[in-house]
């Protein structure tokens, strides 16, 4: 019986040395690399399509002040056993300036030989649309979200930037900077006695 | 016998087993995501920049993914799609790119005047993406049973690709001239205004073959606000 189990371990040992022994030339046969090595990837690549000029307009927008900002907006919903919780950072940039095509017929109030004086349009946001979405960065999303919330929460942030870009203190410098500007040119031009002055909305 | 068959499925255990946590670590390194600083920025630049033209540009972004059993085995490529295993996504992007002229490069080399005669000389346009937007309505998607639905990480991913290819696959030539063309009929009604009678609107036209062709791949550079 003792013969027995000895030659039953003597010959596992040797089968285990064997199993060892093959796997390590088999190893060292395809220089370092493991004899079986499998992953599964997915495509993360997007297929080429056309691009379609949709528009192609002439406008009139004079910039004088741009405002690039960051907005974290969040949402919270609440379910049966966990919330589903979303933030995200949308990044924008705002033009403030004036909208060349608001220019009526009595824009220049006074004009004699080398003196001028204008009235030009308020300073107005130029673009309603200034949210670049390829920017945006997904911090938490957890949960299921409907392309109907994700649209909610862009609004949220259009609007937060909006309200934050517009303030009367920045429309105030994009004001200073644009009398600045347009006296310059004005001066360039010949004009010696410059006054101006912005329409109230 | 039994105690030998015992050892034998044990050590396979073993070696299986550490093979599988080697390479659910390499998976989870791999797709460990970079998550970068939320700091809200608020930058404020004063400029002074004519934008006479804008171009709506409408693309679709599609994703076709199949899981794929990829590797070697034995020395052998192994590349098999897992059945049932599919998602696909079409996402339409509407961006705006705006051609302007930067004023505060004007100043007395390119306004010349002469009583009630004005010649400008304008500096060559430059472009800027000024939005990009997805239309969320019209996003169409479908993911079989056993994959996840697209996250807002990988759509925003392939909205960022589909922007670039975009820039690479515009015609600029055309987007120069009408952006030159919009910004001389954008001044010439407020020089009207302001008394002038000749009005003359040029560009630059001093470039020679090689200086144009390099000013071209500048348009390309666009500004990515």
């Known amino acids: 019986m003792r013969k027995k189990i000895g030659f039953t371990l003597l010959l596992g040992l040797i089968c285990i040395g064997l199993f060892v022994w093959i796997g390590y030339k088999v190893k060292t046969m395809l220089n370092g690399n493991s004899l079986i090595s499998l992953s599964i990837t997915q495509n993360s690549e997007i297929e080429e399509t056309p691009i379609e000029i949709s528009k192609i307009q002439r406008i009139g927008e004079w910039e004088f002040l741009s405002i690039k900002t960051e907005e974290l907006v969040d949402s919270i919903k609440k379910g049966f056993f966990f919330d589903d919780h979303m933030a995200c950072i949308y990044q924008g940039t705002l033009s403030l300036g004036i909208n060349m095509e608001t220019f009526n017929e009595q824009w220049i109030l006074a004009q004699k030989a080398d003196s001028i004086s204008l009235l030009l349009p308020p300073i107005t946001l130029l673009d309603q649309d200034f949210i670049n979405e390829a920017k945006t960065n997904v911090f938490i999303e957890e949960g299921t979200w409907t392309e109907k919330e994700k649209e909610e929460l862009y609004q949220k942030a259009r609007k937060r930037m909006q309200q934050r870009a517009c303030s009367q203190e920045n429309r105030t410098i994009a004001e200073k900077h644009a009398s600045a500007q347009i006296s310059h040119l004005l001066r360039t031009m010949g004009f010696t006695k410059i006054h101006l002055s912005f329409r109230k909305e | ?225």
């Open chain 2, 1 to 225: 016998m039994k105690r030998l068959h015992i050892l034998v499925i044990g050590v396979f255990a073993l070696s299986a087993i550490c093979g599988c946590r080697q390479t659910s670590q390499k998976q989870e390194t791999e797709t460990s995501v970079k998550i970068d600083s939320t700091a809200l920025v608020l930058r404020l630049q004063q400029c002074s920049k004519i934008y006479s033209s804008e171009y709506k540009i409408h693309k679709i972004v599609t994703n076709k993914d199949v899981l794929k059993l990829e590797g070697n085995v034995i020395n052998h490529k192994v590349d098999i799609p897992i059945p049932n295993s599919s998602r696909k996504i079409a996402i339409p992007i509407d961006i705006t790119i705006k051609g302007y002229t930067d004023m505060s490069q004007l100043d007395s080399r390119n306004i010349l005047t002469e009583g009630k005669k004005i010649t400008v000389i304008l500096p060559d346009p430059k472009f800027a993406v000024t939005s990009v937007k997805i239309d969320r309505k019209n996003i169409i998607k479908s993911a079989d049973l056993i994959r996840s639905a697209y996250l807002e990480q990988e759509i925003n991913q392939f909205v960022k690709k589909g922007e670039q290819s975009v820039y690479k696959n515009l015609p600029w030539d055309e987007f120069i001239k009408t952006a030159r063309s919009n910004a001389a009929h954008t001044l010439f009604p407020i020089l009207q205004d302001l008394g002038f009678e000749e009005i003359h609107i040029q560009n630059r036209d001093d470039l020679n073959a090689q200086e144009a062709e390099k000013s071209k791949l500048l348009f390309k550079n666009i500004e990515n606000r």
